[in-house]
């Protein structure tokens, strides 16, 4: 059994910054790859970032240049370091760990952008 806790969600004024971290237990195969999506009230679950055992990253096109994915494999932990936050940032953030057929979700943490 895989379980995903995410931790770092807080309210925070636009242009601030905020740090995720998500820490996998369980049996973790490799290769793998973990990330992040979020989802606001009304709309659909979309892509933040992700990063493979390899150190690969993928990003949404809306927080290139402003969100760094990175990742400690020793320790299964994986982090969002978001920076320049805008009140669209505003979402319930999830945390995803991708193995050959399986997918495995966090419960998310909330992440809050007052303008």
């Known amino acids: 059994q895989v379980q995903l806790v995410e931790s770092g969600g807080a309210l925070v004024q636009a242009g601030g910054s905020l740090r995720l971290s998500c820490v996998a237990s369980g049996s973790i195969f490799s290769p793998n790859a973990m990330g992040w999506y979020r989802q606001a009230p009304g709309k659909q679950r979309e892509l933040v970032a992700t990063i493979t055992s390899g150190g690969t990253t993928t990003y949404g096109d809306s927080v290139k240049g402003r969100f760094t994915i990175s990742r400690d494999n020793a320790k299964n932990t994986v982090f969002l370091q978001m920076n320049s936050l805008k009140p669209e940032d505003t979402a319930v953030y999830y945390c995803?760990?991708?193995?050959?057929?399986?997918?495995?979700w966090g419960q998310g943490t909330q992440v809050t952008v007052s303008s």
């Open positions: 995803k760990l991708s193995i050959p057929l399986v997918n495995y």
